[in-house]
């Protein structure tokens, strides 16, 4: 199967800058804090130059998002649209739709966008495991597709080879996220990680949800780079928190509650659930940088200060504008009856305090 890399542009700039110098109310509001930073961030226009010729301006394009209550997604749809508008789209004929975390409704609004004969589809879709019929439903109604973020099965892609249809995934690969996560927490050593002196390392893994592989592989990815590392490791407790903060809180509490100061090292899924994970340690008088390593992933503003404050060790840029950009411009070139490669694949990029405060200065 081959795959396409697309060049982080966002990283690229990140680079020259530094060699030069949403459910209850703490859902909701991590998810206002991630809509006012893509209201406040620039768009930034990379590889697909806007068609002056406006053919874009009469096309119809389809977005179905898993769930807007995501911290994450609400950056990438902000993103988007905003992008897709730029490159010639009218704002009136982008319909981006909330999936509610429910199939069902997901469903019902994928049928509305094929009979409302949209010229493209983009499918976040509430289970990945479901793909196999949203792709037929696309390529029965003779719409190109674009899977983002969350990457179907690998038998799902190879049906895209090999009967050469007009589908695509883009996103990131997980398994570096799960790496970066798992190198930061190993460049502390094991004498600043072993705080109860067993010899080993001591974790608790918040996951995301059950059907994401990003979960499965962030999970996989993080603990594998401290045993090839050679730290002997243990897991006390693991929870699914669904990639919301008060999940998050939840599951951290419980485990504090259980295994007290023997928490060493808190492993989040995503930055909105470490927000949480870090609200429990503090509660029980933990110090995290301290006594407790937390990292997470998606390198929100709030995990980004927390990163410059030292209570996160890290996190990981998923870069949402190369993403959806990527995927943008792999909707355009269906549309003008171009070929996408089927797996597109855009970068993480691994943030510490060395960079984070670039990183924030851009996001801001």
């Known amino acids: 199967m081959k795959k396409k890399t697309v060049s982080a542009f966002f990283l690229a700039i990140l680079m020259a800058v530094q060699a030069a110098g949403c459910g209850n109310a703490s859902a909701a509001s991590a998810n206002e804090e991630a809509k006012q930073e893509a209201a406040e961030t620039e768009t930034v226009v990379f590889e697909t130059e806007k068609k002056e010729d406006n053919v874009l301006a009469d096309k119809k394009i389809g977005v179905c998002i ?11 749809r902000c993103e988007l649209e905003s992008y897709l508008i730029n490159q010639g789209f009218s704002k009136e004929n982008i319909f981006i739709l909330d999936g509610k ?7 019902r609004q994928l049928d509305k966008l094929i009979a409302d004969g949209v010229d493209v589809l983009i499918m976040n879709p509430v289970k990945p495991s479901q793909a196999g019929e949203i792709t037929d439903k696309a390529v029965a109604a003779g719409i190109p597709l674009v899977y983002i973020n969350r990457d179907p099965e690998k038998t799902e892609v190879q049906r895209w080879v090999d ?7 883009v ?27 067993n010899g080993r390392v001591d974790y608790v893994m918040v996951k995301g949800d059950a059907e994401s592989n990003a979960t499965y592989l962030r999970t996989q990815y993080s603990v594998q780079v401290l045993t090839e590392a050679g730290f002997e490791v243990n897991c006390l407790a693991e929870g699914i928190g669904d990639w919301q903060q008060e999940e998050g809180r939840r599951i951290v509490a419980e485990a504090l509650a259980q295994y007290g100061d023997d928490v060493e090292v808190v492993f989040c899924n995503s930055d909105t659930m ?26 929100l503003s709030k995990a980004l200060e927390s990163v410059l404050e030292g209570t996160m060790v890290g996190t990981v840029l998923n ?33 510490t305090k060395e960079n984070a405060e670039d990183l924030l200065d851009m996001v801001k």
Request: charged fraction near 25%.
């Open 163 to 169: 009967d050469d249809w007009d589908v695509t995934y």
């Open 319 to 351: 870069d949402h504008f190369s993403q959806s950009h990527a995927a943008a411009d792999a909707a355009i070139r269906y549309i003008v009856g171009e070929d996408n490669e089927h797996y597109i694949i855009c970068d993480y990029v691994k943030v």
């Open 171 to 197: 996103g990131c690969d997980d398994g570096q996220s799960g790496i970066y996560q798992g190198e930061m927490i190993a460049d502390l050593g094991l004498e600043r990680l072993d705080r109860n002196g």
């Open 66 to 76: 898993y769930q807007f209550d995501d911290s994450f997604m609400t950056l990438f």
């Open 274 to 299: 470490a927000v949480g994970a870090l609200e429990s340690i503090e509660a029980v008088g933990r110090i995290p940088g301290e006594d407790i390593y937390v990292v997470g992933v998606d390198a």
């Open 101 to 107: 975390n429910d199939m069902e409704t997901q469903t």
